[in-house]
């Protein structure tokens, strides 16, 4: 057998987001949220991993690891603090970490919405408030405009369907918190129209940037009992916003892992019945956010299911079941790994992931998927929403009380990888 090759020009990063990493993100929703009295967070974000004053040396590591692309997000909350008025001195600051990701040799693939949103427009409804679709759109042309040509990658909104679910359905403790299906679809509505708004604008001050979606994506799976409730997930968590990228340019798929559907069957009961009568359609989404309660750590003494620090299963193929659906749903669309990664603080597990991953991945490539780059989450331990700082996604540690970095193995493995564009049989 020989080595695993990767097609030529192939995207290879990691990824972070403004609030996990930068500190001080006071005029955001999550600050408030995590700072309430009664708040769900575990602890908040305060310092972070101070990425926002350290981020030309911290970009300097990941160039000296051998990435040839950085991705990152803009913080519209430190942007336009409050409405319409916009802060120079930020928009000048996300310039520079442009310039020093290309002076360093990375592609920058920026997101202008990774989770959080000002204050404001959270106060007015967030993504239900008829309005926040047009400021996006301001936000994004102005952004684009204030980065210049250099950013040819640009993700508009991370994981939408993460963001509906766990904020507006109920799924996780995410703001603003509420549990409804209204709210959920009126999210999901109002993601899109944002999406699409901003991929216009877009397109038209850059027509040539690769404009598209981050897109939160499991392998999923059901027995004969779960599959209703299955393709309703799908549908309402993945299904309606890669409709919505059928015209963007490239599909970004994060896939951390596998959820499986085990249920006693409901007669009669398909996803179209679920999704068309709002009592059934209630009990189908109670029933799948259920299925987001994750187990415990470790190895699960019954199953022998290994479960991640997030409690997620440990499964690393996953992202090759994800980009193989992607290519068939809309065949010839480009596809990239915008996320992929693993909580664990047992760094060879890591490596063990990103093996994993990479094999499966570059199977997909040779069965003609096309993927056309591979980016880690995360560069860093930062912080995980509301695990707070207890999970440890990086390929760099970092000691909060120091701010001091230190390279994983993983870090050096998958950076190898990176500049010989390859993966080594004696690897796998
Ligand atoms: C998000 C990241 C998050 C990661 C691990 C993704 O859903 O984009 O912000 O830290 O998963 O949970």
Partial sequence: MSDLTFPTGFLW???????????????????????????????????????YSRYARDIALLAGLGFNTYRFSVEWARIEPAEGAFDQKELDHYRRMVDMTRKSKLTPMVTL?????????????????????????????????????GVTWYCTINEPGMVAMGGYGGGFTFPPGLHSVDSWKGAIAGL????????????????????????AMREFESNAGGAAVMRYARRM??????????????????????????????????????????AIERATAKRFLASQRRGAPGTEPGSGMRRTEMGWEFRPQAIAATVRRVASLMPGKPIV??????????????????????????AAIADGVPVKGYIHWSAFDNFEWASGYTMHFGLIAVDRATQQR???????????????????????
């Fill in 13 to 51: 990063g990691t990824a972070t987001a403004a609030h996990q990493v930068e500190g001080g993100n006071s005029n955001s929703d999550w600050w408030a949220f995590e700072n309430k009295p009664d708040s769900p967070c575990k602890e908040p974000s305060g310092t972070a991993i101070e990425h």
């Fill in 113 to 149: 919405n990774h989770f959080t949103l000002p204050q404001w427009v959270a106060e007015r409804g967030g993504w239900l408030a008829p309005s926040t679709p047009e400021l996006f759109e301001r936000f994004t042309r102005r952004v684009v405009e204030e980065l210049g040509e």
């Fill in 337 to 362: 790994v915008t996320e992929h990664g693993v909580a664990t603080a047992d760094d060879a597990e890591r490596v063990e992931f990103i093996t994993g991953g990479l094999t499966a991945l570059h």
């Fill in 406 to 428: 230190a390279m994983k193995p993983s870090a050096r493995f998958l950076g190898e990888i990176a500049r010989a564009n390859r993966l080594k049989v004696s690897d796998v």
């Fill in 192 to 215: 899109i129209a944002s999406h699409k708004r901003a991929r216009a604008v877009i397109k038209q001050l850059r027509p040539n940037a690769m404009v598209g979606l981050t897109h």
């Fill in 237 to 278: 968590a993945e299904d309606v916003f890669l409709e919505a990228s059928a015209d963007d340019d490239y599909i970004g798929v994060q896939t951390y892992t596998r959820t499986t559907f085990e249920l006693p069957r409901l007669a009669g009961l398909t996803a179209s019945i679920a999704l068309a009568i709002p």
